[in-house]
């Protein structure tokens, strides 16, 4: 499957973007996409998400998917663990990947809720990215210390979860004890339905 994304046109005097796809790299708990609302004020985009999200989109994203830009394209890769639905999308010559909050830097997405999985994100991660090369860039959702990029090499060498064995990282999630998300319960059902529920 071949999606459009958005693409850049640049001239000397200005700069116009169009878009054509929304892509969510799983049905968040902590805050409401944005998908549905720009949908309604951007004639043709669509949305896309993991066709294990349990949510509803535009297009359905599995294993091996490609979303084309240009001359480029990501390819899907399923790594669940974080949640049932979680994607990450690597760059065509494999320089860079997008984990969504599947691997963050020098961390991961935790596992205790919305079909979390310990075991299934140690896997997704030593099998699904950690197997790209070491100099392949790592861009996470988002990192609570403002970091913006990692390395593959750099993960794999010093990530203080994801280098455990996989015993030893299934007992440090399966005992993290962290509240609940604020707005699990709004968010998760909103995202169901491309953040447009109640609104």
């Given at each position: 499957?071949?999606?459009?994304?958005?693409?850049?046109?640049?001239?000397?005097?200005?700069?116009?973007?169009?878009?054509?796809?929304?892509?969510?790299?799983?049905?968040?708990?902590?805050?409401?996409?944005?998908?549905?609302?720009?949908?309604?004020?951007?004639?043709?985009?669509?949305?896309?998400?993991?066709?294990?999200?349990?949510?509803?989109?535009?297009?359905?994203?599995?294993?091996?998917?490609?979303?084309?830009?240009?001359?480029?394209?990501?390819?899907?890769?399923?790594?669940?663990?974080?949640?049932?639905?979680?994607?990450?999308?690597?760059?065509?010559?494999?320089?860079?990947?997008?984990?969504?909050d599947c691997l963050l830097i020098r961390g991961c997405g935790r596992t205790d809720f919305q079909q979390g999985c310990p075991k299934c994100l140690y896997d997704?991660?030593?099998?699904?990215?950690?197997?790209?090369?070491?100099?392949?860039?790592?861009?996470?959702?988002?990192?609570?210390?403002?970091?913006?990029?990692?390395?593959?090499?750099?993960?794999?060498?010093?990530?203080?979860?994801?280098?455990?064995?996989?015993?030893?990282?299934?007992?440090?999630?399966?005992?993290?004890?962290?509240?609940?998300?604020?707005?699990?319960?709004?968010?998760?059902?909103a995202n169901l339905v491309c953040g447009l529920h109640g609104l």
């Amino acid at each position: 499957m071949t999606s459009t994304c958005p693409f850049l046109y640049v001239n000397l005097h200005f700069i116009t973007v169009f878009f054509f796809l929304i892509v969510n790299t799983h049905c968040h708990a902590d805050h409401i996409t944005s998908s549905g609302l720009m949908k309604k004020r951007v004639a043709g985009l669509k949305s896309a998400i993991s066709k294990f999200s349990g949510a509803s989109a535009d297009i359905l994203l599995s294993e091996g998917d490609k979303i084309a830009f240009g001359k480029h394209y990501l390819t899907v890769r399923e790594t669940p663990g974080h949640t049932d639905g979680c994607l990450t999308f690597v760059s065509a010559d494999e320089s860079m990947i997008f984990t969504g909050d599947c691997l963050l830097i020098r961390g991961c997405g935790r596992t205790d809720f919305q079909q979390g999985c310990p075991k299934c994100l140690y896997d997704s991660v030593h099998d699904k990215i950690f197997t790209l090369p070491d100099n392949c860039l790592i861009y996470p959702a988002h990192d609570y210390l403002g970091q913006t990029v990692s390395t593959v090499g750099e993960e794999r060498k010093f990530n203080p979860r994801l280098t455990m064995s996989k015993d030893e990282f299934v007992e440090t999630m399966n005992n993290l004890n962290l509240p609940k998300p604020f707005k699990i319960d709004v968010s998760v059902s909103a995202n169901l339905v491309c953040g447009l529920h109640g609104l």
